[in-house]
Each structure stands twice: as C-alpha cells, then as structure tokens.
C-alpha cells in the first residue's frame, strides 16, 4: 500500500510526517588538532573516550544511548512495518538446512542449521556420506548466554583426532583459540588469547601456528608456534612483523606439505615458509619483499607457481623450482595480459582453476598441468558471479564452485575438469515460492565526467515502470580493490516486491575492471570513486529508472566514506542515504597510530603526516568538509565495539551534521551496544537491521505495508 505524500516544492523532495521530537546535541569541549602549521578545532574529539584507558566514558554512553532513543521515537510508526519485513525475510530462509558437504583427508565435513536456531553445528562423517554423524562443534549450544558469538579457523589435526578454533564473543575481531580432542569430547586447557583466529597444524599433530595481535592497535603483529600442553605464554615468536603497514598470517598448502607467513601490504609482499613435518625449523624467505611487487605462492608437485604483479599491472603466473624459489630462478608460466586480472589459482595434482576477470565479470578458466590445454567454464547471463568454493582434495579432478546473480539464488556445482561435466550440488532455496522469471537484471555502461565507462548492475521487478518514478537504491563500496560482484539476496525481495529498482555502482576503487581500475580509485585518486557514483546517480536519473525525489544510497565502512563524501558533493541528488559504520573520520583516524588498523591503511588513503596526503585526504574526509546546507535524510548506523571502524567516527559527523545542516531532513543515529563492525552474529538477529533500513527507505517513499 502507497499511502499520499505531498511535495515540497522549493526542494522537489517529498515532505515526509516525523514525529515531533527533539534531535540529541552533543556537548562540545575545546579540543585542537595541530599540523603542518595548520589548528583544527574538533568539539566532538571527546566522544572518542569509551576505549581510552582511565576516561569517564559515561557521557559517551549516555549520548550514544540518547541518539539511539531518538531514532526509535521517529521510526515507532514504522514498529509494525519493520516487524512485517523481519519476519517476511526470515520466512524465506530454510531454517533446517546443511550446507553440501566436501571430502578432505577421508572425512566429509558440513554445517546443519536447525529449526528455530542462530547458530549452526559443524559436522563430519567418516569416509561415507552414509556414516555416523559426529557433531564437531555444536555452536548453537557454544554461543548461549553470548549477545555475540563467532566462531573462526576451525582447523583439524591431520590425524583428524583435535580440532583448534578461534571465539570473539566481544565483535572486535579478536579470537581466543582453543582445541578440543574429538576422541573424548574435551576442551584442552591450552588457550591462546588475543589472536586472528587462525591455527595451523604442524604435521606432527602437536603444533599449532599462528597469528598474534597487538593488544590496543590489534595489529596482527607476531606469527607465533604453540605447543599442545604448554602454557600459551611459553609460545615461540618464529616471525615478528617490524613493518606496521603490513597485515601478516600464516596457513597451510592444500598438500599439506608446507606451511607458509604471508605479510603484505597494498603495494609490496613478502612470504615465507618451512615444510610442515618440520615445525621447529626456521622460516625461509621465498622472496624478500620488493618495492611495488605483490606475489603469493602455491606449490605444486614438481614446482612453485607465483601468483605476481611484478612488471604485469593485473597480473601473471610464474614458477620456479623447489629449490631455488627466488626471483632470479621465476620463469613465465601464464603472461600478463592487459585486458585480463588474474585474480587467483586453486591448485590440483593434475589441473589449476585459475580465476579471472574480464570487462568487468568473473572467469573460471581450466588449465591442464600435463600438457598445458586451456579452456573456460561458460555460465550464459549478463551479470553474474563465480568463484571456486571449498576445494580441501589436492588429488582430485573435480572443482566446486559457486554461481550466483541478482536474480539466480546461490548454487553449488561440481565440475570435472577431464571430462568437462557440471553437476549441480545445490541451490538455495527460498521458501515461499521465489520465481526468479519474474525478475529481470541488467548491466548498463555510463561514462564518468573523465570519460571512462563505469559498469552498472540493476535489478527490478517485472512491470516497474522506467518512467522516473520508480524509487531506485544505489549501493557502492569502491575501496581497497574489493569488487562488488552481482549476487542474489532473498531479503532483497522485500525491496523489489514494493517497488524498489535495486542497482549496483561498480565505481573506481575496486577491482571490477583489473588492477588500474583499483588505482584509479585510491590514494591521490579517492576522489574518482566518489564522481563515479554521482555519475552513476545522474545517469540514473537521466535515462528515467528513478529521479531525485526518489534516489537512495547506500554504503557500509569504506562504503560509507563514499556516503559521506556524496552528500557533501552532491546534496540534492538523494532523497535518503544509509551509511553504514561509517569511515567519515578519515583525517584524524589517519593520524591516531593506537587506533586499530590506522598504520595498515597508509597505503590506501596515504599518511596524513605528509603534507600532500593530508592537504587531499582533508579536501574530501566527510567529517571536514559539512557546510550549511541542505543534506539528504540520513540513517547511520554503527556498533560500539567495532574495531574496524571505532563508533565515534559516525558519532561525532552526526553530531556535526545536526549543527551545521540546513533544512528539516531528519539525521538518525543507531548504535549497536553489542555488537562491531559486522553486526550481529546470529543468522536471524541481523534481519533486524536489514528490516530497520528497509523501513527508513520505505518511509521516505511513503510506503507503509
């Protein structure tokens, strides 16, 4: 049901009732920022107390808990309606399900959900789908009493009897690991705390590898060797990490045969590795690290392949024998092509999956070891998403892999790579009768103010009308080379069903279009994703999918800094954004070396201690640059324990948005009290903040059923 809305005309924006609340304002208290001879006064710089040790952090509290009291009054008349659309979502999920199950090292191992539970069970059966279930490691039981619970790197021994674990039950990514003997049931006394959730085996079933982080930066800093039995503080340092810009981790080849450290940044990597029947012995380097090269390593029988960009921008594939792995032995095995991103490679006694990227979709392509034959997998749609699923078996011949698009639900296939024969496995299933024919997808090119062809992928219900009056969300994230693949969502349907067209911007700072693409978009360039979506906004607009009255966008972290960068460039294209865990703080999180991540990312957004990165990081941080103007509605959503992203960069732009703005636009703030950067943990309870969104947009549009 559309119920009547009328029109502000002086805005051309719909006039939207609101309760008639008063918004929170934040205290402000004298604080000065100090740099390259310049002062910034920043009032809100208080807000950032609740993690400093010794602060009164009551005042935060209370302000945080104050904004989240004034978004549920404005959005109580919307109470049924997100209530209708969590129970709407979560009626298309099958709640008891198992995930397809894949065979490695003589056991088949799966996860079951079950009727009416958050969590799931993880579960093997020995040698034979027809065995007896053996519940690993039953989560739903692990995580009660737990507002949040995750578990991470469940890794068994290869002896199959002891299974080691990571569990942050605080949401800061933080993982304490723990191992239990699958024989008898019991939880050993080894704890491991403030790690990346991450084991590794030795081969001799007693070692376990893994990485350490800094206990304020979370850094991952030290890779270390445990000892079953041994108190974690007798663990061994066999790598320590002196570069701070550089995230670092350790895992195991798919053969079992080595065990390798991997620290790289955006720009350089560098690896190193021991055989995995040899856990006592020193790491070799593969390959110390060189400026502006990435490489990552897989062994094969008979050799190494290196997945690199030296002197190739979207890479190539060179190898080198097991002996002399450095760059004066690498050879070329694939060539750098420049149409081509070669993303990654899954190894095989007798094949290699090697994942591509072309014009903007993903690849599968087969390459036999024996004599170098080459062909691709063909998927037939416009836009769509592939991707090597779990692959455990090295002595296999078949490939599992996934396939989704906007329109098709997520499906599981196996595919012989010798005889060239796909089998379905298994496509999610969305209860309440989902017909995908109903739906129709697209992928449109719009060129950006420079002249480049940016790729759209849009999906709607059959029947919307193209006629400028359909309400369109736009969703981006466009940093750090991740790409925003098309990929089908049940909950989506909630959106489409009432209306919505549903696009995705695949703007600069991603991957989509190869290496240069990623570029284009960061550093000295960040200001190309931020064009590139309004871009994509007004060509929106301009060939009738949607008009300004009823253009939406979204975006979360580093998606949310193209939100707030948005809407202080073009105000008056948007009628209502969503950010989500904002990363709109980007001058002064740079500049706070004890904030988690900040020396990681110096490579992405540059290091404002520079001048000339912070004279351009501070011409587009949206926390600098609000100004007295009119600004779209504004839903902000975060969570006090993120660690990606620290709740006050949000807190504090709200509080500065609600003082400076002009007009009546509302701006809502809500904090999650349990939860970080992800959300939460059950896979139930985050429809919640889905249904949340979903009812703010709605509301806008002045649709209430």
């Known amino acids: 049901m559309i119920s009547s809305c009328s029109t502000d005309k002086n805005s051309n924006k719909k006039a939207i009732k609101w309760p008639d609340a008063t918004a929170p304002v934040a205290a402000e208290k004298a604080h000065q920022r100090v740099i390259h001879g310049e002062s910034v006064d920043d009032p809100y710089y208080w807000l950032n107390d609740y993690f400093k040790k010794g602060a009164d952090s009551s005042a935060v509290v209370a302000y945080l808990e104050a904004e989240n009291a004034y978004t549920d009054t404005m959005m109580k008349d919307t109470e049924a309606l997100q209530s209708k659309l969590f129970t709407e979502m979560k009626n298309r999920i099958k709640e008891a399900d198992e995930s397809v199950p894949y065979l490695m090292n003589g056991y088949y191992y799966y996860r079951k959900t079950e009727e009416g539970k958050q969590y799931y069970k993880y579960c093997r059966k020995k040698g034979s789908l027809d065995a007896p279930e053996e519940v690993i490691l039953n989560v739903d039981d692990m995580a009660e009493g737990f507002p949040y619970y995750s578990v991470s790197g469940i890794a068994v021994s290869p002896d199959n009897k002891m299974v080691a674990y990571g569990v942050d039950t605080v949401s800061r990514r933080e993982y304490v690991i723990h191992v239990k003997n699958l024989e008898t049931g019991e939880i050993l006394k080894d704890r491991i705390s403030q790690t990346s959730g991450d084991p590794v085996w030795a081969a001799d079933n007693k070692t376990l590898f893994y990485t350490a982080k800094h206990p304020v930066t979370l850094l991952s800093e030290k890779i270390k060797r445990h000892s079953l039995g041994q108190p974690s503080s007798a663990d061994v340092v066999v790598y320590d990490e002196k570069d701070n810009t550089n995230y670092i981790g350790v895992w195991k080849s798919k053969d079992d045969k080595y065990i390798f450290i991997y620290s790289g940044g955006t720009l350089s990597s560098e690896t190193r590795f021991i055989k995995a029947d040899e856990p006592s012995a020193n790491f070799t380097v593969f390959q110390p690290r060189i400026k502006d090269v990435l490489y990552n390593v897989t062994p094969l029988a008979d050799r190494f392949l290196i997945h690199t960009n030296d002197n190739a921008k979207n890479f190539k594939i060179m190898e080198a024998p097991l002996d002399k792995p450095g760059k004066e032995n690498w050879k070329e095995y694939i060539p750098h092509r420049e149409d081509v991103l070669i993303e990654g490679i899954d190894e095989f006694a007798n094949y290699l999956a090697i994942s591509e990227r072309k014009n903007g979709l993903t690849n599968l392509a087969i390459r036999n070891l024996k004599d170098n034959s080459q062909h691709y997998l063909d998927f037939g749609e416009a836009a769509y998403t592939v991707y090597p699923s779990t692959n455990a078996e090295y002595n296999s011949d078949v490939l599992r892999y996934g396939y989704t698009s906007l329109v ?72 750090y080379g991740a790409s925003m693949d098309p990929s089908f969502n049940s909950g989506r349907l909630s959106l489409l069903d009432r209306g919505f067209i549903y696009a995705i911007a695949h703007i600069r700072g991603g991957e989509e279009m190869g290496r240069q693409w990623y570029e284009d978009g960061k550093m000295m360039k960040k200001k190309n994703t931020f064009t590139d979506f309004i871009d994509c906004g007004q060509f929106l607009i301009n060939q009738k999918y949607t008009s300004e009255e009823h253009l939406y966008a979204q975006g979360g972290s580093a998606g949310g800094l193209l939100m707030g960068a948005i809407i202080n460039m073009a105000p008056t294209l948007w009628n209502g954004v969503i950010a989500q865990v904002p990363f709109v703080d980007v001058v002064n999180t740079m500049l706070d070396e004890t904030i988690p991540l900040t020396t990681n990312e110096y490579d992405e957004w540059g290091n404002p201690n520079n001048k000339e990165a912070y004279d351009y990081m501070k011409s587009y941080s949206p926390y600098e640059n609000i100004e007295a103007k009119e600004y779209p509605n504004l839903l902000v959503t975060t969570g006090l324990h993120d660690s990606q992203v620290q709740y006050f960069e949000p807190a504090k732009w709200v509080a500065k948005l609600r003082k400076v703005k002009k007009g009546d636009n509302v701006i809502l703030l809500k904090t999650d009290m349990d939860y970080g950067h992800g959300g939460a943990s059950g896979r139930f309870d985050y429809l919640k903040d889905v249904a949340l969104n979903y009812s703010f947009l709605l509301k806008l549009e002045g649709i209430t059923e």
């Open 408 to 479: 098709n639900p997520s499906s599981t296939f196996d595919y012989d790579m010798k005889t060239k024969e796909k089998t379905l496995l298994k496509q999610q299933e969305v209860l309440g009768g989902y017909d995908a024919g109903q739906y129709v997808t697209e992928r449109i090119m719009t060129k950006a103010k420079d002249g480049v062809q940016v790729p759209i992928s849009i999906v709607y219900k059959k029947g919307t009308k193209k006629d400028g009056q359909a309400p369109l969300l736009l969703y981006a994230y466009g940093s």
